[in-house]
């Protein structure tokens, strides 16, 4: 179940667990199984509430979840990154991203070729270039929170018409 789990807090006390992540931050809340009066009036009332947590907070877009500047960051750009392969000693700055489909595009800029800043510079340029091809739909796989996701209006219906050169004249 979506976000809910069943823990035993104690010998022979248990409880569901709410844990949702959203933006950066993290909504938990336990529900009792003796407070609430059973395990099953527990878990409505963690279901309740975990429906309320995602009615009223945003997801991550894929663009923006490709934005975030990771802690390992040393460029200052996301995706951009130094490398330093054997055949270019001076090394290059590539851009990369990692596409819904699990395959990468990768871009590189040997410093030899354009200079330290040069290369920089360009391998910035081609990750904006990447990221415009990122759909900004919400990233979210489960569909309970692509169905929050839908209501809150992050979700866009996919487009059914025919593209111009398959249409018949």
């Known amino acids: ?48 509430w975990r429906d309320r947590v995602l009615a009223r907070t945003r997801t991550l877009a894929k663009r923006e979840f490709h934005q975030l500047v990771r802690s390992s960051n040393t460029s200052g750009v996301p995706g951009v990154h130094f490398i330093r392969p054997y055949n270019q000693p001076q090394g290059s700055w590539q851009a990369r991203l990692k596409r819904p489909d699990g395959k990468q595009i990768t871009r590189t800029f040997a410093v030899c070729k354009y200079g330290e800043r040069g290369a920089f510079e360009r391998a910035v340029q081609a990750r904006a270039e990447f990221l415009a091809l990122v759909d900004d739909q919400p990233y979210v796989y489960h569909p309970t929170a692509k169905k929050f996701a839908a209501r809150a209006g992050m979700i866009t219906p996919p487009d059914t018409t025919p593209p111009a050169h398959s249409r018949q004249r």
Do not use: E, N
């Not at 569901?16 to 009332?45: E, H, M, N």
């Open 1 to 48: 179940m979506y976000a809910i789990s069943r823990i035993q807090a104690k010998p022979s006390v248990w409880c569901w667990a709410v844990a949702i992540r959203r933006r950066g931050k993290t909504y938990y809340k336990s529900f009792y199984d003796l407070r609430c009066g059973g395990s099953k009036k527990a878990l409505a009332a963690a279901i309740a």
